[in-house]
């Protein structure tokens, strides 16, 4: 401050010819002796010291510089606002003072709090730290500060296992409690709102104690004090720090100082005293020691005095000096048209104009830009500084990084070096209360706890989370599917039963066997014509059935491969169409079974009423009533291919909807009813003499085709996807083997092996009694 003061008088360029006066008070960090010297300087009751020269003007004081703390400049400001007198701090960064309702001329050259809290909040967010704890003084500084750095961290989604308070002045049984809280924690992380004093009494208790390295986060009173420096537990510790500067000649400054200027002020003096262990004469703070003899030199030491390359709160208190001048410069000095400016030195300056002006200055020194907002602050830069071990032991302070808040965004928080971490790791240190959720599961917060304990639970079937520490899990779309990771949707594989598969082959060579076996009894039955067997069985009506048994077997195929528009409307409609014509030629057989034997019978001419003519009709009649329910079928609601998602989650099952499930049993009924009314009569000419008896093949045969039909029923309902198909078909396959084994079988082994029984006297060998 003095230094600043000197540099200002002898300006020729700010304040020319006016020479600024000023007094330096000691608060001793106590809120009463800063009261009391706030109600002094508005007064105005003390002497004002002008450095080389007597000024007869009153000493009224138009600002003040300070205080360090926040609480003693909460305290000044209340006394010297109303009265109007700025207050310039360059230490105190409460976030509460930027409150100018109440605190309306306070202005400081020292960032807020609030830019700090968010910095630190960002910064542990950076790193991955989930879990903290924190210690704060418990004073307006750290009070504020911390409160408003855990706002932050919430909204980071950072969580606080613990959040203690403490001051120098508590008991020490105070201070060993939170030692004892930071020592049992699980956080790794400690974050510090904490003044230097405060830290000095925290530390030393944490020393002795067995706990696992703690990597620590400072805030600026303490992360750049070199006096902390001692504590090696706090090696590796980072945090937000003033911007280091440069002040040219403070240095020479500092070390022009001899024993006649030191006498006249009783704080160089004790200073000096101090320094050189030795006492100036009269002096009364130095008894038993030896008296200096003069030849002393302040370039002889190495102490804080004299080491100028960490300036950091004295650019800030230089800067504090220099913007008051500017405030005063641009009242009385308003020419600015002449070089060097005219500067009014009757004009009565008043505190009030200072703090109107004070708010508007806007310059640089020494490259570093002062001005300040609506709030009274500046802009907010920091330092991340970063405590490093050197080679030979010693603690260093590196710079890191910078925070800036008013650069563009994605450069406010810059980090140009590495980090060196506790216990000199390269790794950064993992401080979470659970460990990230990989994709494929979802967090779920365990209860009772903060939201950053949690269990990673899996998502379940048809959800993912493709990214780490996901919240919710997504449900994927319906033509989707969780993979086994549950980390991505895959399209659903769509099912049906295919020409590729084994069961679709075997069916697919089943229904091709069952066509050749058709063709090959006809073929047969074709060659051998004219043999008694053939045309007893009417050979019309048994040739007619081979071929529907063919179309019977080939219609199988069309419900094997993926359905489509004709496919669909094909297999059903061929299905009901094919077999009725199957079981009409089996009925008209049965019909022929049992006018052939009453025509054997004297005086009986039933056959005349079903001849060939009438048995082709009913063929073709009954299987009318079949194509017309089908031709309604197709008009008013026809099979389409549907690709069905309800029946399972995790396929599609690409299906013929029945579009009329009235149509579908209807052709199912009344092929069923042919059925019956085939097997009722078959069943009633089953007593005829065996030479002359097709009836009873009939029967069997009809017999395995109700059984096959009735059993399908249930299974076509019960069975899932593609296996509905596949029942289908096998039913089909089944009930035509049944019909072409039975009734065409037998006469081929006649034919084939025993031709001695295809002769007109072996089939006429048994004729039927008189009493049949």
């Keep these: 401050m003095a230094f600043a003061i000197k540099e200002i008088n002898n300006s020729s360029e700010l304040l020319p010819g006016v020479t600024l006066g000023y007094q330096i008070h000691d608060s001793c960090a106590s809120v009463p002796v800063a009261v009391k010297v706030a109600f002094q300087l508005a007064n105005g009751i003390e002497p004002v010291f002008f450095p080389n020269q007597s000024c007869s003007k009153s000493a009224t004081v138009h600002a003040v510089v300070g205080e360090s703390g926040s609480t003693p400049s909460i305290a000044m400001s209340r006394i010297l606002g109303p009265f109007g007198i700025p207050q310039v701090s360059h230490y105190a960064t409460c976030a509460c003072l930027s409150d100018k309702l109440q605190y309306p001329t306070f202005s400081r050259t020292i960032p807020s709090d609030y830019f700090q809290a968010a910095a630190l909040a960002r910064l542990v967010k950076h790193f991955g730290w989930t879990w903290i704890g924190a210690v704060r003084s418990d004073s307006d500084y750290g009070n504020n500060g911390m409160a408003a750095f855990l706002q932050a961290a919430q ?23 939170v030692a004892e809280v930071i020592s049992r924690s699980t956080a790794r992380v400690v974050v510090a709102f904490a003044s230097s004093g405060d830290m000095l009494v925290l530390l030393p208790e944490l020393e002795g104690r067995l706990m696992a390295p703690l990597q620590w986060i400072g805030s600026e009173a303490w992360v750049t004090d070199r006096e902390m420096s001692q504590f090696r537990l706090c090696a590796g510790a980072i945090g937000f720090g003033i911007r280091r500067s440069i002040i040219p000649g403070l240095r020479d400054f500092l070390l022009d100082l001899g024993p006649a200027q030191v006498s006249h002020s009783p704080l160089l003096t004790e200073f000096w005293e101090s320094a050189f262990g030795c006492s100036l004469g009269g002096s009364q703070t130095a008894a038993g020691r030896k008296t200096c003899d003069g030849n002393q030199n302040l370039r002889d030491l190495q102490n804080p005095y004299t080491d100028t390359s960490q300036l950091r709160i004295s650019n800030m208190v230089y800067k504090a000096v220099y913007a008051i001048a500017y405030a005063i410069h641009s009242i009385i000095c308003t020419d600015e048209s002449k070089a060097p400016p005219h500067c009014n030195r009757s004009i009565r300056v008043e505190p009030q104009q200072v703090m109107e002006h004070l708010r508007k200055v806007d310059f640089s020194r020494n490259g570093y830009k002062v001005s300040f907002d609506s709030n009274g602050d500046p802009v907010a830069t920091y330092e991340l500084v970063n405590w490093q071990v050197m080679g030979d032991g010693h603690m260093e302070f590196v710079t890191v990084g910078h925070y800036d808040a008013s650069a563009l965004d994605g450069q406010v928080f810059i980090m140009n070096k590495n980090i060196t971490w506790v216990d000199s790791q390269p790794q950064v240190p993992v401080s979470v209360c659970s460990e990230s959720c990989p994709p494929g599961t979802r967090k779920a917060v365990q209860r009772g706890k903060p939201v950053c304990c949690f269990d990673c639970v899996p998502c379940a079937e048809g959800e993912i989370s493709n990214a780490t520490d996901s919240l919710d899990c997504i449900t994927c779309a319906a033509d989707y599917w969780s993979n086994a990771e549950k980390d991505e949707c895959v399209p659903k594989p769509v099912e049906f039963l295919s020409f590729h598969e084994v069961l679709g082959i075997i069916l697919a060579a089943c229904s091709v066997t069952g066509a050749c076996m058709a063709i090959t009894v006809a073929a047969v039955f074709y060659r051998h014509r004219d043999t008694p067997v053939v045309k007893a069985n009417n050979s019309e009506l048994s040739f007619l059935l081979l071929f529907s048994l063919k179309l019977c077997f080939l219609c199988s195929l069309t419900f094997i491969g993926q359905p489509s528009d004709w496919s669909c409307m094909l297999r059903h409609t061929a299905f009901g169409i094919t077999f009725v014509l199957c079981i009409s030629c089996v009925l008209g057989k049965t019909i022929v079974v049992l006018m052939a034997f009453r025509a054997t019978l004297p005086g009986s001419n039933v056959m005349k009423w079903f001849g060939p003519p009438q048995q082709r009709l009913s063929v073709l009649l009954f299987t009318l009533v079949q194509a017309v329910i ?31 499930e009235s149509a579908f049993w209807a052709v199912l009924g009344y092929i069923g009813l042919l059925s019956i009314l085939c097997f009722v009569l078959a069943f009633l000419a089953r007593k005829l003499p065996d030479n002359f008896n097709e009836a009873k093949f009939i029967t069997f045969s009809m017999l395995i085709f109700c059984a096959v039909w009735i059993t399908f029923i249930p299974a076509y309902v019960s069975s899932p996807g593609k296996f509905t198909v596949a029942v289908e078909i096998f039913a089909i396959l089944a009930s035509s083997f049944g019909l072409i084994t039975c009734i065409f079988v037998p006469k081929c082994f006649i034919i084939l092996f025993r031709p001695e029984q295809n002769t007109r006297k072996h089939m006429m060998g048994k004729m039927p009694s008189k009493s049949l």
């Design 630 to 660: 089908c031709t309604l079928w197709l008009i008013l609601s026809p099979p389409f291919p549907l690709r069905n998602m309800k029946h399972s989650k995790e396929r599609i099952i690409l299906e013929c909807d029945l579009g009329s």
């Design 155 to 177: 909204a980071e989604g950072i969580c606080v296992e613990y959040s203690e308070a403490f001051h120098r002045t508590n008991p020490r049984a105070k201070v060993q409690r």
